[in-house]
């Protein structure tokens, strides 16, 4: 194999020729199913005439070619590893082609694929390459007719893009159906499926009187599962229209739940894809978070639809045109339909850990990349999550009603056509009349910009003076930086009052709640008519995706706790003042010195549980400390260690000072009412959840007995998820292994319900999470072919800090053993698993030895483009 090679954003040319209509035929058969294409080809204007035709294809085996019905002989086209390639070709001409591809053989789950007993496709980024001979590319823009053809017992359902216009009987017990799909979209949001599917079916009136057929299509079993998922979409529908004018443009828009799938979900037009994982409810197989994800996923990819699909990217190098957007269109849709801090509260902690730790390792990368080796590799936290937090900063930036004519604009400008972040970037400062041209360096800037505050209160003149100097460390292929132009929401918080004080800026009157623009690298704000000394309550709502120093004392960060009048601050007070706590500790537990747990945290904490909330949704938030990924993000170097072992410490000192607390707030949000996904459930039922593990922590009988008492009751998924991980990562094993196993024994018929099981075991604090790993591999629910499984299993064991960074280097040696293996059958998959061994800078010398080792060891294999690229940037 022949080194990959990178792609460069700047080498962007549009296509030789386009493609105005494409007629496809599909014959299905596991083994050799037979793909007839006819392109309607013009040359591109924009280019020259007598280009030749170059058409990209993987692993097809060419059966038939002909231009204009002539049929081309061997001399007249080559084949290369990556297409087909046609010199002379006229200026308008037919293209028909027919291959053979094997469905059964793709592991890789890109391309047309088995699931099961079904045939389905994944296409983006590049899969319709495994499906016939293209210009598989996303400004290549073409309406589709697709016939599909299968045997009609074991294929009784057979779907594509669109509208059905025709069907019938077939010799041979076969059968087959024709779509037409209206709208022009590139290849990557071509979709077909094929199986034997039930379907449950609702409408949808549009806000002008359209009607829509809903459909969600699923295996027999799990027709029950499906109720959250299409209220989901309807509220989706209905809120795209309240707040982006946007409505839907088919007759009928389409879910199928799909096993084996690399990703959450996927947008194809009129028939998104779906994880099963992303897809399916019940109370009893589902927690809260997973109602939610469902909800959260079904509306991105219905966003899709206008922020994807009508108008799509010009080239892969703007994902996050369409990612970033989206991502931020379903934030603020999860947000609207529940509690809006807990969502920002739990986005943000998610972004802060594991985007922080992207930009800050070796396959940082901008949100606009300007090469790439594997698109594939380029679905990250960077494009979709700062993507998001990009454009909610434009949207702060220039106010909502102005975002929102700029949002029209783009929708009517660039409707049907295949942009750039700038056409967006330039919609936005036209209707607000905004210059971005600095904002747009937010897009081509790797790495995450700190921004060193501090501030000082003038007693006698009542000025506040507030000095921000920002800086962006350096990034692979990026040494130097820029100052960005970086909008800080904040407030000043009296002492005396506890209330925000009004803002005078420059003479301008920010009110208590205002936006500072910092543009320089060092920049100083003078607030004139402060009546008292305040506490900064700074990046409100976490409003720019950086890390903010302020050398807050632990009584400043008690108060804000206390009186912030911003809910995601609060919160984040809360967690400044765990970190701080946990600090000393960390370094307590280093120097072999006793462990004293911060009486001021424990107050804290009292005067959280003491005092009526106004939000229990938050307070649950707030009763959570830290993660270990959180915590050690903060850490100059990562002692995994150390890290367990404060934050376990500081669980029990809360939980034995607390314990009447906490069990008082256990009693008090328990329920026996039927389980509903509602934002007031979910929240008691968090809370209950939070003041049961600091009762388990400290493993007295009570704590034990209440675990296990509320595993009995099997209420919902939420609360006995949360009772077997509490016995399962406590030190009874004994209780343990017996819920463990009847558990798996009720649930050994639902692979969603086993994902978990395989989770909760191999997280497990304990010693023997590796050898669970091990023996589960060969469990019966288990594959290696099925990306969720997969995910359940090793992602999960690679999450468990204390076991995976064992200091034998066996949890390097596993992962390593099956990304190898992965390399082969999925290398998607195999590139995202192996993160984080590419983190390995961040430990001590002994474990960055023996990561190392296992990266060097990977990188001896033949590998896939995928792996290769992220190896090559970990060992650089
Ligand atoms: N657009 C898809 C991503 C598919 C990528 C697969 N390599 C899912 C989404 O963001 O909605
Ligand atoms: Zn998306």
Redesign the pocket.
Same mark, same amino acid.
Request: net charge negative.
């Given at each position: 194999m022949s080194e990959p090679q990178p792609i460069y954003l700047s080498d962007y040319r549009p296509p030789a020729y386009r493609v105005t209509h494409t007629e496809l035929t599909f014959d299905l058969d596991p083994a050799a199913t037979r793909v007839k294409a006819r392109l309607h080809v013009e040359r591109h204007p924009d280019r020259e005439p007598g280009a030749p035709l170059e058409l990209d294809g993987e692993q097809l085996a060419l059966k038939a070619i002909a231009i204009d019905g002539q049929a081309l002989g061997e001399d007249e086209y080559a084949l290369t590893e990556r297409g087909l390639r046609v010199d002379g070709v006229p200026e308008r001409f037919l293209l028909d082609t027919e291959v053979e591809i094997a469905p059964e053989d793709n592991t890789a789950l890109?391309g047309l694929y088995r699931s099961g007993g079904m045939f389905c496709t994944?296409c983006?980024?590049e899969?319709f390459r495994r499906i016939t001979f293209y210009p598989d590319r996303p400004d290549v823009m073409a309406t589709f007719s697709t016939t599909v053809i299968g045997d009609a017992a074991g294929l009784p359902v057979l779907l594509s893009n669109g509208n059905p216009v025709e069907r019938g009987e077939l010799p041979g017990g076969r059968h087959f159906v024709t779509w037409e799909d209206p709208h022009p979209k590139p290849s990557y949001l071509f979709a077909l499926v094929a199986g034997d599917l039930k379907k449950v079916e609702d409408r949808f009136t549009t806000m002008s009187g359209r009607e829509v057929t809903l459909q969600i299509w699923v295996e027999e079993e799990n027709l029950g599962k499906t109720d959250h998922a299409m209220a989901s979409l309807k509220r989706a529908m209905r809120w795209d229209e309240e707040t982006y004018g946007r409505e839907y443009d088919l007759d009928r828009y389409m879910i199928v739940a799909v096993n084996d799938f690399? %990703?959450?979900? %996927?947008?194809n037009k009129g028939l998104n894809l779906f994880n099963s994982a992303a897809v399916l409810t019940h109370p009893q197989t589902a927690t809260d978070a997973a109602f939610q994800r469902v909800e959260g996923?079904v509306a991105?990819?219905y966003f899709?639809n206008w922020s994807?699909n009508r108008v799509t990217c010009r080239d892969w190098f703007q994902l996050s045109l369409?990612?970033g957007f989206?991502v931020f269109r379903d934030q603020c849709f999860s947000a609207d339909t529940n509690s809006a801090p807990v969502k920002r509260i739990e986005e943000v902690s998610f972004f802060r850990t594991a985007q922080f730790a992207e930009d800050a390792g070796p396959t940082a990368h901008p949100v606009r990349p300007d090469h790439y080796i594997e698109i594939?590799n380029f679905?990250t936290l960077t494009i979709?999550e700062k993507g998001a937090e990009i454009v909610r900063m434009l949207c702060n930036l220039v106010g909502w009603e102005a975002f929102r004519r700029g949002a029209d604009r783009y929708f009517s400008r660039f409707d049907g056509q295949a942009v750039t972040i700038e056409d967006f970037v330039n919609c936005m400062a036209e209707a607000s009349g905004h210059d971005l041209s600095q904002f747009l360096l937010w897009y081509s800037q790797a790495g995450t910009p700190e921004i060193d505050a501090h501030g000082e209160y003038d007693y006698a003149n009542g000025v506040y003076r507030l000095v921000l100097r920002q800086r962006t460390p350096a990034t692979p292929g990026q040494p130097d930086k820029l100052p960005l132009h970086i909008p800080l929401r904040l407030g000043l918080v009296g002492t005396k009052t506890g209330r925000d004080l009004p803002m005078t800026l420059d003479g301008e009157d920010l009110g208590t709640d205002g936006v500072i623009h910092l543009r320089e690298e060092e920049q100083e704000f003078v607030f004139t008519d402060v009546a008292e000394a305040p506490v900064p309550s700074l990046a409100r709502n976490f409003s720019a995706p950086v890390k903010l120093h302020f050398p807050y004392s632990r009584e400043d960060l008690a108060f804000l706790l206390a009186h912030d009048s911003d809910g995601f601050n609060r919160w984040d007070a809360g967690q400044r003042l765990a970190l701080l706590a946990l600090d000393d500790l960390i370094a307590a537990h280093r120097n072999g010195v006793e462990k004293v747990m911060d009486p001021r945290v424990v107050e804290a904490f009292r005067h959280l549980l003491t005092t009526e909330a106004d939000d229990k949704a938050v307070l649950a938030e707030m009763l959570t400390l830290p993660s270990e990924a959180y915590i050690a993000e903060q850490q100059p170097l990562v002692d995994v260690d150390a890290i367990h072992a404060a934050r376990e410490f500081v669980k029990q000192s809360l939980a034995t000072a607390l314990r009447d607390d906490f069990r008082r707030l256990y009693e008090e949000h328990r329920s026996e009412a039927p389980y509903a996904p509602e934002p007031e459930q979910i929240a008691a039922r968090s809370l209950k959840n939070v003041a049961l593990s600091y009762l388990v922590s400290i493993e007295d009988e009570e704590g034990i007995e209440l675990a296990q008492r509320q595993f009995e009751a099997d209420h919902n998924m939420t609360d006995v998820r949360q009772a077997l991980t509490l016995l399962v990562h406590s030190s009874r094993g004994d209780l343990a292994d017996p819920a463990l196993r009847a558990f798996g024994e009720k649930w050994a018929h639902d692979p969603l319900v086993m994902d978990q099981w395989f989770s909760i075991q191999v997280t497990r604090p304990q010693s023997d999470a590796l050898d669970r790993v091990k023996f589960l591999m060969d469990h019966p629910a288990f594959s290696l072919t099925n990306p969720n499984k997969v995910r359940a299993l090793i992602g999960a064991f690679a999450q468990n800090r204390v076991n995976f960074h064992r200091l034998d280097g066996e949890g390097y040696r596993l992962l390593a053993d099956v990304v190898i293996e992965l390399n082969r059958l999925n290398p998607?998959i195999a590139a995202r698993l192996v993160t984080p061994l590419t983190r390995w800078q961040r430990f001590d010398e002994t474990r960055q030895e023996l990561m190392k080792a296992e990266l060097e060891r990977i990188r001896g294999e033949e590998l896939s483009p995928n792996l290769y690229e992220v190896i090559e940037k970990a060992l650089a």
């Open positions: 890109e994944q983006e980024a899969g690399n %990703m959450g979900a %996927m947008e996923i991105h990819e899709h994807g369409k990612e989206t594939g679905y979709y998607e």
